[in-house]
């Protein structure tokens, strides 16, 4: 027979569940912005440290067989600093006996303080052509090399070969490289060095534009006469040898101070500077050498014969960097500091959560295989068969779509119930649908219990005070149970140690993309690890589609609590703090019906980490208790907090990570890397399809799911994180239900 308990009517105003849902969402888009900043501002520093960190090559990168028909005669026979005055191209040449010594590649954190040593030790001014993204990284050894008194150039911001870059892009590497400057040492300057080029004859088709176009813009490009080849590291007397010219020639001597191992030029530099002042050399910068040849100057800027003070060293390719563009420089350098910093830090992040994947997966597997064994042994019995009636409570908020499916499931239990449909002020006639539903069923076991609009534990707490068994069975009212399910969840209650007793929840729906991804997650995610937590007597969740409890024991702990969003997380640990063994029966089976719309599954794994998080930090005090509690707090809560909090929110590293390596390090080797771990997560996911008997083509859903879904689940906990450090409250939301999940008969798998 089916009753009921008065009811007040139908309310046309909002219930309660409905204005706190609206207050909550005004709430949420902040945060959910916030969020986005935050994932926005780490993919904004590990691009920038990519870019930074792109490779710089050697200058052993030549092109060989270019034409230089474009090229005039009088440039490419001519001296190694190339100039255009008027729109005319002008070389001009190292005066004899001098030494324009010039570096590229830096500046390096190793190589280069120790070759400012030297030329401060010997008094020697030096050009140094500065790959742009290095000098943002080391701008105090640039502010040091400048004040020094040496002359600072532009290698590029990237050391790319630019003959075969569009215009924008030779814009912005000199540009780049120009702000670096200024914020590092507040400097631009009107020198530029190509990499990968040499002497001026070296020019062809290809690069003769690029400094067609960077003179007309004021740039002076500088080649050399005299290659060290240090770069090859041919020994330290080569190095002195071929940096030396002939006769009494000057020249421009190219050395490098980074792009990889410069010990035998920092060993090959003090014995070089001897030897050419024992012949009679003078040393001076590429400045030094443009103004030799000015009529009026009688010495050259820049040359040192020893006694001079900094403000006689300013080199006439320098220019104060002011305005705009000191500020911008100075925040480039800011940001890349920030990058510097952050990387590193993320790396050691990214090492700790491999770990911790790794070592969740092979727990998992172990503990699952173990509880596996126990759990289908001929002679394992929790002890006399359980054979008397239960209550099933199923709380119900505008139910329309599903409560005729989830009674009629009931309808055919194998176990004695009675069924209590708690209408929690619902407006959609969920309560007449039950009642018509359970007449037509002929079920006389079912009561429908009307209450004014209060949330989940409430009314689930209705429905503890009303049952009239010792054991209650709570469910969704959008679940549906085999004829099975109720006898095999109550079979644990033998051991009267038992307090509660969590099912198996499957999806229903996973017959499109989303559903299909759900599915991977409950049987991987969330039913192999009950099966982990179970061994470990530390089950952290009963979930609220399929879960039992002593009636006694609930009442014990104050029934279902209002202080969190994760009522079922918090009723079970409860049950934990209060003595109780919580288990798993993963042979009682649950069909529920899963979100069916991104929207909807993100309103509700948000709720289910939020919740989560409130429910940890309530029950925090048992780290330090003893007992039951005791071992939940030392056990179940670092693993909760580790693999379901810490280690999710952490996770993004390994993609970050992976699509950083595949752009700036190594595509093949990355992709390798992730397919591995893909791999891994396969395996895991196999044997546990296997252990609960599902079919493996849901699989082949994984890898989308790897690259999609799991993206959506770490943005949510982000969200979670970002919502419990700034305070927020939700309330139980309602999602919208299709009712397509009907009795397990008609699921099939």
Known sequence: MTTTTPSRGRRRAPTRMERAAGRAAALQKPRVILALLLLLGLTSVMLLDGYLRAEVGGDERVRDGASSSKVPEKILDGGPILSFRGGQATTTSVPAKTIALTFDDGPNPTYTPQVLKILEKYDVPATFFLVGSMVSRYPEIVKDMVDQGNEVGIHTFTHVDLSYQSDARIRRETTQTQLALAGAAGITTTLFRAPYSSETDAIDNYSWPVYKKLGEEGYTSVFVDTDSDDWKKPGVSKIVEWATPSGTSGASVLMHDAGGDREQTIEALPKYIEKMRAKGYTFTTISGVVEAQNADARIPTGARTGGQNAADRLQAAHREATGTTLYEGKAL????????????????????????????????????????????????????????????????YNEKECIANTLESLARSTHPIEVIVVDDGSSDGTSEIAREAARRLGMTNVRIIRQENAGKPAALNNGVRSARHDIVVMMDGDTVFEPDTVRQLVQPFADEEVGAVAGNAKVGNRNTVIGAWQHIEYVMGFN???????????????PGAIGAFRRDAVLQVGGMSEDTLAEDTDITIAMHRAGWRVVYQEHARAWTEAPGSLKQLWSQRYRWSYGTMQALWKHRKSLTDRGPSGRFGRVGMPLVVIFQIVTPVFAPLIDVFTAYSMIFIDFRAALYAWLAVLGIQLVCAAYAFRLDREKYRYLLMMPLQQLAYRQMMYLVLIHSCVTALTGGRLRWQKLKRTGEVGTPAGVGR
Do not use: K
């Open 333 to 396: 350098v800011a940001a890349v500091a920030v990058a510097e910093y952050t990387v590193p830090t993320l790396s050691v992040g990214l090492v700790i959560v491999g770990v911790a994947v790794m070592g969740r997966f092979g727990m998992m597997l172990i503990l699952a295989r173990r509880h596996y064994g126990q759990r289908n042994r001929r002679r394992f019995s929790w002890g006399p068969t359980v054979t008397g009636p239960v209550s099933v409570i199923v709380p119900a």
């Open 528 to 542: 192999l690890d009950r099966r982990m937590y179970d061994l470990l007597r530390c089950m952290p969740t009963i």
